[in-house]
């Protein structure tokens, strides 16, 4: 499974960006899909999780400003955030939990198999 990460930039705060994976792999529609941030000096950190069946998990530093979402028939998710803080400024890094029809979705990033090479996304104030 390759990964690959797009539409990181330098926003203003309170702006917007949308960050998509695009994913290689026939089984995509059966993986958990998730998206990690990692700031300089600080752990990666979970933000947002969806299961094949498009339950999502979100983490509470971002509720009601960012959305996940994914289209498995171009083996694709995406990451919508909105009212976007300095403190958001990170990499960002889409990742694949790759058992079939997974029941519930991981925060730890030890429980994703695949990684994509992350995006920069830098939020000035």
């Known amino acids: 499974v390759q990964l690959v990460e797009s539409g990181g930039g330098l926003v203003q705060a309170g702006g917007s960006l949308r960050l998509s994976c695009a994913a290689s792999?026939?089984?995509?529609?059966?993986?958990?899909m998730g998206w990690f941030r990692q700031a300089p000096g600080k752990e990666r950190e979970f933000v947002a999780g969806?299961?094949?069946?498009?339950?999502?998990y979100v983490a509470d530093s971002v509720k009601g400003r960012f959305t996940i979402s994914r289209v498995n028939a171009e083996t694709s998710m995406y990451l919508q955030m909105n009212s976007l803080k300095p403190e958001d400024s990170a990499v960002y890094y889409c990742a694949a939990d790759t058992p079939y029809y997974s029941m519930s979705i991981p925060t730890s990033g030890a429980d994703y198999d695949y990684w994509g090479q992350g995006t920069q996304v830098t939020v000035s104030s």
């Open positions: 792999g026939r089984t995509f529609s059966t993986y958990v």
């Open positions: 969806i299961m094949w069946n498009d339950r999502t």
